[in-house]
């Protein structure tokens, strides 16, 4: 079945370097897409969203790019912080047209920032 | 504003008993879901309501009865718990299907 994918599951990262998350779609319906961050014993809460009539959208220290072409997704987080330690999952869902909401994640990919 | 709130936050049953995942929302947004967290498995969808009265499958419904008779509760049933039912729940809600979701805290159930 159709589902989305992420390429890395670990990264670790020093800290101040920049960090690169990356995901794969495969529903070629998919026109709107998230990003989520999960600590430990919380709830994802909502990192950055962008739909797919945009490439490229930033928000505080983080960036997410998207690739229709290769249906890929990625998060960039600027000089990363110990507090950006966390579980990060994309997620995709069809945001127009039809009944269904089906907001499908990936697996998650852990990172792990040193100091 | 609270935002989602799921309780318990920490459920032990036994094989066969039933019981009620509370969930509530403050925003009122007409779209809920039910999630499972399991290790390596991601969040996979349970049931989703997409207002009062209206709700639907989504990717693992078996085991689990839903309903939405106000817009601010949506509540998840454990029919007869069983062992393959351990996991984390996350309740969450979002304005529409274009906009984010909002999730809770989570309930951490085990079936022994």
């Known amino acids: 079945g159709e589902s989305v994918g992420l390429h890395l599951p670990t990264l670790s990262v020093q800290e101040g370097d920049n960090s690169i998350i990356n995901c794969a779609y495969s529903?070629?319906?998919?026109?709107?897409f998230i990003w989520y961050k999960q600590e430990s014993g919380k709830g994802p809460q909502f990192i950055i969203d962008?739909?797919?009539?945009?490439d490229k959208r930033q928000g505080q220290r983080v960036t997410v790019l998207l690739n229709k072409t290769v249906k890929h997704l990625s998060l960039q987080i600027a000089a990363t912080q110990p507090g950006d330690s966390a579980v990060y999952f994309c997620?995709?869902?069809?945001?127009?047209?039809?009944?269904?909401?089906?907001?499908?994640f990936g697996k998650g990919t852990l990172l792990t920032v040193n100091p | 504003n609270a935002g989602v709130t799921q309780t318990p936050k920490f459920q032990v049953l036994k094989t066969g008993q039933s019981m009620t995942l509370q969930c509530a929302q403050d925003m009122n947004h007409e779209y809920m879901s039910w999630y499972r967290q399991d290790p390596g498995m991601g969040l996979r969808l349970i049931h989703y309501s997409v207002g009062a009265g209206i709700t639907d499958q989504g990717e693992v419904p078996n085991g689990y009865n839903v309903s939405r008779s106000t817009t601010e509760d949506f509540p998840l049933r454990l029919l007869s718990a069983a062992p393959s039912q351990t996991s984390v729940y996350f309740c969450?809600?979002?304005?529409?299907?274009?906009?984010?979701?909002?999730f809770g805290q989570g309930t951490r159930l085990t079936v022994v």
């Open positions: 529903n070629s319906a998919s026109d709107y």
């Open positions: 997620a995709e869902n069809i945001a127009s047209g039809g009944s269904n909401y089906k907001l499908t």
């Open positions: 969450a809600s979002s304005y529409d299907r274009g906009t984010e979701a909002f």
């Open positions: 962008i739909r797919s009539n945009m």
